[in-house]
């Protein structure tokens, strides 16, 4: 009987040091993927920026037809 106590009690060891690691891991990647939300929202910003308005700049001259 001792023996199966004993046997638990290790087992129950290994779980919780199992379970802090893949805490840990869960934090790590729940903190990476934060960091990539703001990498992409950044990237997407600048993207807008950069996109040029279908109206064209306002004030500017239209092109000329392509027949002249």
């Known amino acids: ?7 638990l009690q290790v ?3 290994h779980q919780e040091l199992e379970l ?3 805490s840990k891991t869960v934090i790590e990647q729940q903190q990476l993927i934060d960091r ?3 990498e992409l929202e950044h990237v997407k910003n600048v993207l807008a920026e950069l ?3 279908p109206l064209g700049e306002a004030g ?4 000329p037809p392509p027949h002249y």
């Open 60 to 63: 500017a001259p239209e092109p």
């Open 20 to 22: 802090e690691s893949l």
């Open 1 to 7: 009987m001792q023996d199966a106590i004993e046997d």
């Open 11 to 13: 087992k129950f060891a």
């Open 36 to 38: 990539l939300r703001d």
């Open 51 to 53: 996109k040029p308005s």
